[in-house]
T-cell receptor, first 112, second 110 residues
Framework: NAGVTQTPKFQVLKTGQSMTLQCAQD?????MYWYRQDPGMGLRLIYY???????DKGEVPNGYNVSRLNKREFSLRLESAAPSQTSVYFC???????????FGPGTRLTVT | RKEVEQDPGPFNVPEGATVAFNCTYS??????FFWYRQDCRKEPKLLMS???SGNEDGRFTAQLNRASQYISLLIRDSKLSDSATYLC???????????FGTGTQLKVEL
C-alpha cells in the first residue's frame, strides 16, 4: 500500500518547456488535488477533482491543466513553463471533499 | 482577510514545555477542521482531526471554538521530534475543499 505517489521527485525546466507531473493513489479515494507550496505562501490549490471524470479550478489555476485519467491517477501539465512556476508541487487525495487529505512526497520544480 | 490565519512563529521552547497554537478562520459555515504536521522539505501529514467537543491524542489536544471561530492545538511535554511546522486546515466554500493556513513553526530545544 504505497498511498500517494508522485513522479518525478525533482525537475529542472527551461522557460517555455512543457512537462507533466504524474500522481497516483491506491486508497480508492474519490477526490484528488494538486497544490503548490511557496515560501511564506502556504499550500495553494491549483486544481482538484471531486470524483472521476470531473475537474475544477482552485485558487491558482493559470498556466496549468489537469487530467483525471481514472480513479487512481490525476496528472498536472505545464504547457509553457515560466520562472514563476518554480515551486514544490504536492498531489493529495481524500475519500470526500471534507475529509482528511493524504499527500504524496512532492515534486521540486525549478524553471530557469 | 485570509480564510485561515496562523501565527507563523517560530515558537522556540525547551524540551518538556507545554506550547499552544491558535488558528482563526473566517467562514462561519466551515464544518471540517484538522491539524497537519509538516517536516522540513516533506509532505504535510495529518496530525489530528478537530471535533466540536475537543479531542486528545496522547500529548496533543485540539479544541474548536465555533462562536469565536478559532481552533487550538496544545502540545504537552514537548519532544525534540515535535519540531516541525503545524498547519491549521479548514473546509471552505460550502465544504467542497479544504483551505490550509500558512503554518506555525515549532522548534523544541535541549
Amino acid at each position: 500500500n504505497a498511498g500517494v505517489t508522485q513522479t518525478p521527485k525533482f525537475q529542472v525546466l527551461k522557460t517555455g518547456q512543457s512537462m507533466t507531473l504524474q500522481c497516483a493513489q491506491d486508497m480508492n479515494h474519490n477526490s484528488m488535488y494538486w497544490y503548490r507550496q511557496d515560501p511564506g505562501m502556504g499550500l495553494r490549490l491549483i486544481y482538484y477533482s471531486a470524483s472521476e471524470g470531473t475537474t475544477d479550478k482552485g485558487e491558482v489555476p493559470n498556466g496549468y491543466n489537469v487530467s483525471r485519467l481514472n480513479k487512481r491517477e490525476f496528472s498536472l501539465r505545464l504547457e509553457s513553463a515560466a520562472p514563476s512556476q518554480t515551486s514544490v508541487y504536492f498531489c493529495a487525495s481524500s475519500e470526500g471533499a471534507r475529509d482528511e487529505q493524504y499527500f504524496g512526497p512532492g515534486t521540486r520544480l525549478t524553471v530557469t | 482577510r485570509k480564510e485561515v490565519e496562523q501565527d507563523p512563529g517560530p515558537f522556540n521552547v525547551p524540551e518538556g514545555a507545554t506550547v499552544a497554537f491558535n488558528c482563526t478562520y473566517s467562514n462561519s459555515a466551515s464544518q471540517s477542521f484538522f491539524w497537519y504536521r509538516q517536516d522540513c522539505r516533506k509532505e504535510p501529514k495529518l496530525l489530528m482531526s478537530v471535533y466540536s467537543s475537543g479531542n486528545e491524542d496522547g500529548r496533543f489536544t485540539a479544541q474548536l471554538n465555533r462562536a469565536s471561530q478559532y481552533i487550538s492545538l496544545l502540545i504537552r511535554d514537548s519532544k525534540l521530534s515535535d519540531s516541525a511546522t503545524y498547519l491549521c486546515v479548514v473546509s471552505t466554500g460550502g465544504g467542497n475543499k479544504l483551505t490550509f493556513g500558512t503554518g506555525t513553526q515549532l522548534k523544541v530545544e535541549l
